[in-house]
């Protein structure tokens, strides 16, 4: 029996494998139901984001949540080759439906499946499946009839015979070859014309009819122009582009040491590499810390407007510096994140781009300490260690003491009074140390003491520092002086064992 945080009791759960997690990554994002709803908004109209605060409040879950809202690609992108021009190859976008009848193209280019009965006898009997002598059907690869006895490839092994006698050729010593054909080329008559036809032995028991429309179709494949798909239709709608390259982020033409030669070498469609942002085309593009690619801002603003971007080689020294695809298709969600102190580095047209077509969230650090929002945090317990997988549920009286701790953390971080922090990323690691604990124990369960343990110990460097030299002035001298005091003693180390004997 699961229990549903929004409908039950807080004091309904024993554990937290009780608890219900919601199938929506939206409803596992805790503390920020305003937030949410623009959220819904950005992913229905297609609206861009920008999600300004602290680290560890939610902004990734909240980015790749969207996704979730998102209809399936309907779009494959390609790379065409340009025989003309094979260094501006051509861009290809295909539509689900256009795939769909290609799709249904190539099967009737892949020809009709008829079983050995439903073809003219004497086909059946050339391809091996029906005997000579009795007109039974049976295997083809059985050379003698298993119903009279006769052999089945004795027509095929005369009329071989007698061309080879005609060509002067003499019979093997190794006696007549008893293989069927394996493919009949003939014609036939519909409809008052005659066109050609082809009967294939595959796999098993079956023939493959390729009729003149079958053949028409395969001739068409065949002729298509080659083409690389960069961006197929089976694809993830979420690219987290934090920190990309340049290279990563806007695609890449690959080098060839034999400079795409038609013979030796790749050719230039075959070489073009997509970036993040046509990755993203009909997805979600999500750069957290945007500031650390201040450089590309402006290309992502350029992408964002036209929602077409070139792909083009970036190293000046490679042979794919000269290839160039125009008009890739990038029409993505962009999701930015960032600190407050980050914001005056992002660039003023690209702030500009996202308020005019989407929003600007300054996302809460903490929530009111009620009833509703400590079940928040019960929820969050039993999401995270769903998600690590690795440690086990929490009983109640351990959360109770993560509560209490978020309350301490709001007061002291925030200065905020009868809150809960929603600093959520250090809870985590507060939850995970308990629950290492636990099976170290071999505990069932992250009990109380697991987690006050855990609470005392999971502190940052910085608290660990104060605690052990009351500021972290006196850690840098303490640190500094024994750095000195080492160093001499190792001097001294050395000149006491120096070889005087050539003195």
Do not use: W
């Amino acid at each position: 029996m699961y229990i549903n945080v929004k409908k039950e009791f807080l004091e309904d759960f024993e554990t937290t494998e009780e608890i219900l997690i919601p199938k929506d990554p939206l409803d596992r994002v805790i503390g920020h139901e305003e937030v949410v709803n623009f959220v819904k908004i950005a992913a229905k109209q297609r609206r861009h984001i920008l999600l300004v605060g602290p680290p560890g409040i939610g902004k990734s879950l909240i980015a790749q949540a969207i996704s979730f809202h998102l209809n399936t690609p309907s779009e494959e992108i390609a790379v065409v080759h340009n025989p003309e021009r094979p260094e501006r190859p051509f861009v290809e976008v295909k539509t689900h439906k256009e795939m769909k009848n290609e799709q249904k193209d190539l099967e009737k280019a892949e020809g009709e499946l008829l079983s050995p009965q439903n073809i003219p006898h004497t086909i059946a009997e050339r391809l091996g499946f029906r005997c000579v002598h009795c007109g039974d059907y049976n295997s083809a690869y059985e050379s003698i009839c298993p119903s009279c006895g006769g052999d089945k490839f004795s027509h095929i092994n005369a009329r071989r015979k007698h061309l080879g006698d005609l060509l002067g050729m003499f019979e093997m010593n190794s006696g007549p070859i008893s293989l069927p054909q394996e493919r009949v080329t003939t014609t036939r008559v519909i409809e008052g014309r005659e066109e050609v036809v082809i009967y294939e032995r595959v796999g098993g028991e079956e023939i493959k009819v390729l009729d003149q429309k079958a053949l028409e179709k395969r001739r068409q494949l065949v002729e298509e122009k080659p083409k690389n798909v960069i961006v197929p239709l089976e694809r993830k709608i979420f690219i987290q582009a934090t920190g990309a390259s340049e290279t990563e982020l806007l695609g890449d033409v690959r080098h060839d040491p034999y400079g795409g030669h038609p013979d030796l070498g790749t050719q230039p469609y075959e070489r073009v590499v997509p970036g993040a942002i046509h990755e993203a085309h009909e997805g979600v593009l999500f750069i957290d810390e945007i500031v650390h690619i201040a450089g590309l801002q402006r290309f992502i603003l350029s992408a964002m407007q036209e929602k077409t971007f070139p792909i083009i080689g970036r190293n000046p020294q490679s042979a794919g510096s000269s290839v160039k695809v125009e008009d890739v298709p990038c029409d993505f969600i962009f999701v930015g994140a960032c600190n407050i102190a980050d914001l005056n580095y992002i660039l003023p047209p690209l702030r500009s781009r996202i308020k005019g077509a989407g929003y600007e969230i300054l996302m809460n650090t903490t929530m009111p300490d009620n009833e509703s929002n400590r079940s928040k945090i019960v929820q969050f317990v039993a999401q995270e260690i769903e998600i690590d997988r690795k440690i086990p549920h929490a009983t109640h009286n351990a959360v109770d003491v993560l509560i209490e701790e978020a309350r301490k953390r709001a007061k002291v971080i925030d200065e905020k009074k009868d809150s809960l922090t929603l600093r959520l990323r250090d809870l985590g690691g507060v939850i995970r140390m308990a629950g290492d604990l636990a099976v170290m124990e071999g505990s069932a369960y992250i009990t109380k003491n697991h987690m006050n343990f855990a609470i005392k110990n999971a502190i940052s460097l910085e608290d660990q520092i104060i605690q052990k030299y009351q500021t972290f002035e006196n850690a840098l001298q303490k640190d500094l002086s024994s750095s000195q005091d080492i160093g001499n003693k190792h001097q001294s180390y050395q000149n006491e064992n120096v070889d005087r004997s050539y003195m």
